[in-house]
């Protein structure tokens, strides 16, 4: 598959997406929120698209000991969920770049509607080519995005070239193991536009290869795994909003899609990592 086939069937994976901006929006009117008033603190409960909810953000900022004096760059924040929270939580100023439109129209919609504006922005782009300077921030994060991007070197190079020297990396991600099987592989990349999954041990070599100095690599497979058993269960309680806004066979396909996926946990056929590195 060509890389803009691949980064279109992205976009489109995101679009159809059962978390949404619509989607969140009409959950807090449902849970009798007034969108009037808004705060950060209330939306954290809708917005994160990653595993561990806020508890991961803070691991990442305690990995990269995060200051309020630095800018991040989120790397594929999605509906901003992340950024929004380290801004609100560290003080710090945070830049969040996606591939997907309707992920960053979203991201700014809800950083208006909580009043973070001034600290956290957003750019629509491809990771591994962003239109931001050499050297420009002091850490960069990301969360369970990484699996969708096909060519992980120049990614890495990308995260390497945007960090200042000394500036921190730190990320989550869905790792290949030993037990990946490459139909396992080709389904995941098929049914959930994954791309290129790295297993552990090849991360570390990416990240030095890219000028990243490894400081920690720590599995999550088997945290992940009971996680990931409980966001199915919540994907299915979103059922009838999906059906709704996408139809049946989408939420068929989703399901289907999603079983397999978490079933991988429960086999050893995927498992996860957070990682640290501090460009050279
Ligand atoms: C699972 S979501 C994670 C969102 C966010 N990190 C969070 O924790 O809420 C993955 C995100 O990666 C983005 N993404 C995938 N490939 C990308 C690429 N090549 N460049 C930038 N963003 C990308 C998708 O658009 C999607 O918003």
Known sequence: ?????????????????????????????????????????????????????????????????LAESDHVLDICCG????????????GCRVTGVDLTA????????????????????????????????DAEFDVAVSQEAFCHIPDKDKLLQEAARVLKPGGRLAFTDIVATDATSAEKRQRLEREMAFAGLCT??????????AGLAVQ??????????????ERLA?????KDQTVERFGQAHFDNWDSAYAF???QYRTGGLSGARFLAIRR
């Open 102 to 133: 309707s992920r960053i129209e979203g991201a700014e919609t809800l950083t208006e509607m909580t009043g973070q504006a001034d600290r956290v922005t957003f750019l629509c782009a491809d990771a591994m080519n962003t239109p931001f300077p």
């Open 216 to 229: 920690k690599a720590i599995d999550l497979g088997e945290i992940w795994r009971d996680i990931l058993i």
């Open 79 to 90: 509906l901003g969920g992340p950024a929004r929270y380290l801004a609100r939580h560290y």
């Open 200 to 209: 552990i041990p090849e991360y570390c070599q990416r990240l030095e290869r």
């Open 234 to 238: 919540m994907y299915r309680s979103l």
């Open 1 to 65: 598959m060509s890389k803009d086939t691949h980064l279109a069937e992205v976009r489109s994976f995101y679009d159809s997406h059962p978390i949404s901006l619509p989607q969140i929006l009409e959950k807090l009117v449902r849970d009798g929120v007034d969108p009037q008033t808004l705060t950060e603190d209330t939306l954290q409960a809708y917005d994160q698209d990653h595993y561990s909810g806020v508890a991961a953000n803070d691991a990442l900022a305690e990995l990269v000991g």
């Open 261 to 263: 996926f978490v079933d």
